[in-house]
């Protein structure tokens, strides 16, 4: 008996095209969800009161990386650098999604702004700055070379043992590119630290107590995902949990009976 796909929740970011609003998800997004095994399915902004029949529909979320910081309004600061892109109609439905989704056990994975995101919806605070801060590197890339160069490993992290990470990749450390401006000042509470950078900046965490698999990371692991290791074995473990929910939550496909 066959069973249907996984489906992937994967967020949006809303852009302006001359005067034409557009909700946009980046194809690497996607094409890391179709190597998890699952179909992508990218969502526009949702109000808070249609989240559950949202997730009603997926079986994973997936919160992307995204040029635009969250807003520091939520973590109870005011804006640093006005030149900065900021998306406050994405903070609206993903800070609410997130606490939602964990709260059902809904597979998630975080990258990058969706790392960030993840700590402030539970309560945490974040360095507007990470370059600014005192004993922390500069963790941004170069904005005048190429992807290929932007997206090159720039520094190991060093796994928590005993966690979530560790558990999924059996190793003690590894590199990763770094494409960041923001980073985790203060976890949340609740949350605990998977990976870190040279510095002690925090690199990826779990929330322990949510029923369902989760993972954030504040590096790109979608970036040219098949061609590293480490990757893979990111997507392979978020791949997994999302059938394993499927088939919990949904079950197998009824037969068909034959014409």
């Given at each position: ?6 489906v992937?929740?994967v967020t949006s970011?809303n ?7 557009f909700?946009v998800?980046?194809?690497k997004?996607?094409d890391?969800?179709?190597l ?7 969502a526009?902004p ?5 989240i559950?029949?949202?997730?009603d529909?997926c079986d994973?979320?997936l919160?992307?990386?995204s040029?635009?910081?969250?807003h ?8 640093l ?6 998306d ?10 997130i606490?939602r989704?964990?709260?059902r056990g809904?597979?998630?994975f ?6 960030q ?10 360095y507007?700055?990470v370059?600014?801060a005192?004993?922390r590197?500069?963790?941004?890339a170069?904005?005048d070379q190429p992807?290929a160069?932007?997206?090159d490993?720039a520094h190991?992290?060093?796994?928590v043992?005993?966690g ?8 003690e450390?590894?590199e990763?590119?770094?494409v960041?401006?923001?980073?985790v000042?203060?976890?949340a509470?609740g949350?605990?630290a ?5 510095d ?5 965490f ?8 989760n993972?954030?990371v ?9 061609d ?5 074995q990111?997507?392979?473990a978020?791949g997994?949990a999302v059938?394993?929910?499927r088939?919990r939550?949904r079950?197998?496909l ?6």
């Amino acid at each position: 008996m066959s069973q249907s796909p996984p489906v992937v929740l994967v967020t949006s970011c809303n852009r302006l095209s001359g005067e034409h609003p557009f909700h946009v998800a980046g194809r690497k997004y996607v094409d890391a969800v179709r190597l998890a095994g699952a179909l992508p399915l990218i969502a526009p902004p949702f109000g808070a009161d249609e989240i559950d029949a949202l997730l009603d529909t997926c079986d994973g979320v997936l919160l992307t990386g995204s040029q635009s910081n969250v807003h520091p309004s939520h973590f109870n600061e005011a804006v640093l650098d006005p030149t900065l892109p900021l998306d406050p109609d994405r903070d609206a439905w993903t800070l609410p999604l997130i606490r939602r989704a964990l709260e059902r056990g809904v597979p998630l994975f975080g990258i990058c702004r969706g790392f960030q995101e993840a700590n402030v919806a539970l309560g945490g605070t974040l360095y507007q700055a990470v370059h600014q801060a005192e004993g922390r590197h500069d963790h941004r890339a170069p904005d005048d070379q190429p992807a290929a160069v932007q997206y090159d490993l720039a520094h190991r992290v060093d796994v928590v043992a005993g966690g979530v990470l560790a558990a999924v990749t059996g190793r003690e450390h590894f590199e990763v590119n770094s494409v960041h401006g923001q980073g985790v000042r203060e976890l949340a509470p609740g949350l605990r630290a998977e990976a870190v950078a040279p510095d002690g900046l925090v690199e990826a965490f779990t929330q322990p107590a949510a029923p369902g698999f989760n993972l954030c990371v504040q590096w790109h692991p979608e970036w040219r995902a098949a061609d590293n290791p480490v990757s893979v074995q990111l997507f392979n473990a978020f791949g997994v949990a999302v059938r394993a929910y499927r088939d919990r939550v949904r079950g197998p496909l009824p037969r068909v009976p034959a014409a």
